[in-house]
């Protein structure tokens, strides 16, 4: 499912107009260390596991359910990475959308990976010295995974430490 009801049901009364959301963005990690990616259906391109957060859904609940909603991969969440506010966006049909992302790790704990719905074109891992060509946030992402020390975020609208 691309678009959740609940915004569905919002664009009905305000249109096109800018929507505040929350999402999140999933590294997820196996046992090789191994990343899981897939490439989008709208854009062609790989890019971590995301979503948006249903209304009451945490978001580590959140996380774990896109992940396997896309890709038949059972995960938990293990820390937050990043929290951050992305640009704006204006999609095809005209909506606007703007989205507050925490970023979290997760660790894979079983299913096999596949295309497990329409969002994703392919689904695959990729070895962390050979991933196919990302958006420079996912990079960031990907290195703050393998990093220790606390989460990350953006104070002042610049981009997180590190």
Known sequence: MSTPPFIRDLRTRIGHDLLFLPGVSAVVLDDAGRVLLGRRADTGAWALISGICEPGEQPAETAVREVFEET???????????????????????????????????????????????????????????????????????????????????????????
């Not at 992305?86 to 606007?96: I, K």
């Not at 070895?127 to 958006?135: H, K, T, V």
């Not at 990907?142 to 609208?157: Q, V």
């Open 72 to 162: 038949a991969v059972h995960c938990v969440a293990e820390r937050i990475l990043l929290v951050e506010t992305l640009e704006p966006v204006r999609y095809a049909n005209g909506d606007n959308c703007q989205y507050l992302d925490i970023c979290l790790l997760c660790r894979a704990t079983g299913g096999s990976a596949r295309v497990n719905d329409d969002e994703s074109l392919d689904v695959d891992w990729f070895r962390i010295d050979a991933l196919p060509p990302l958006r420079e946030s996912a990079l960031r992402r990907i290195k703050l995974a393998g990093a220790d020390g606390p989460t990350a975020f953006s104070p002042g609208g610049g981009p997180a430490p590190r």
